[in-house]
């Protein structure tokens, strides 16, 4: 069957720590990679997009890697502030439905001063 | 900043009744989507609506739910018969272009079907 896995337990690390977030997919062939932030009661915000022929993309503190062998995507946020607290979203699209998204479930995260 | 905007914030209603959701996309965007979102749950892919038409939908979207572009800035989720599994947070979203643009989310509407 199709998954999209997060870690479902709270990542909790000290601010100005990296975080690492990881998002693995199983019968999946994702042409592109998604990552979204969500506040409580809030929809999704986008943060970064990598296609299935890039490693790594990058955007300030943020960065993403795409692996595709190893069906896996981390998600990466370096010098994190309190502020980066909230639930981080993996989702894919695939070539043949890619307008739509398919979300993992998230992963908290809690970044403590 | 453009943004997705929903009505209502919050939506109570009985078992059986018809609701409305309501969303004004970023006046560009060509592509509008619904989501929902159980309690707790992830996020999950209703409906996409291109060109006046459904141009792909899930196995959640089934005949009990429908979708308009009523005027040229509205796009709504009509649910006929709600029922109690119906209660989520249902987010529109809007994409400029092709699907693999990034997806504009607006703030929700929290449904809660007695």
């Known amino acids: 069957s199709q998954k999209i896995e997060q870690n479902s337990e709270a990542l909790n690390i000290q601010e100005g720590k990296t975080a690492t977030l990881t998002c693995n997919y199983t019968?999946?062939?994702?042409?592109?990679l998604q990552w979204y932030r969500q506040d409580p009661g809030r929809g999704p915000v986008f943060l970064l997009l990598?296609?299935?022929?890039?490693k790594e993309k990058r955007k300030e503190r943020l960065k993403v890697t795409f692996d595709t062998t190893l069906k896996q995507s981390l998600f990466h946020i370096t010098a994190s502030q309190p502020a980066d607290s909230a639930t981080y979203l993996c989702?894919?699209?695939?070539?043949?439905?890619?307008?739509?998204?398919?979300f993992g479930t998230g992963t908290r995260l809690l970044v403590s001063p | 900043e453009p943004e997705v905007t929903q009505t209502p914030s919050h939506q109570v209603t009985q078992m059986g009744q018809e609701v409305i959701l309501r969303c004004v996309p970023i006046?560009?965007?060509?592509?509008f989507y619904w989501y929902r979102q159980i309690l707790g749950q992830k996020v999950e892919f209703l409906v996409s609506?291109?060109?006046?038409?459904?141009?792909?939908k899930s196995e959640i979207f089934d005949d009990q739910f429908s979708v308009e572009r009523p005027d040229g800035s509205n796009f709504t989720l009509k649910i006929r018969s709600t029922k109690l599994e119906d209660s989520a947070m249902y987010f529109c979203?809007?994409?400029?272009?092709?699907?693999?643009?990034?997806?504009?989310f607006g703030p929700g509407t929290r449904l809660t079907v007695l």
């Open positions: 609506f291109y060109n006046n038409e459904i141009s792909e």
């Open positions: 989702a894919l699209q695939t070539r043949t439905g890619f307008q739509k998204l398919v």
């Open positions: 006046s560009n965007h060509l592509y």
């Open positions: 019968n999946y062939s994702p042409a592109y």
């Open positions: 979203a809007s994409s400029p272009g092709q699907g693999v643009d990034t997806q504009y």
């Open positions: 990598i296609r299935e022929n890039e």
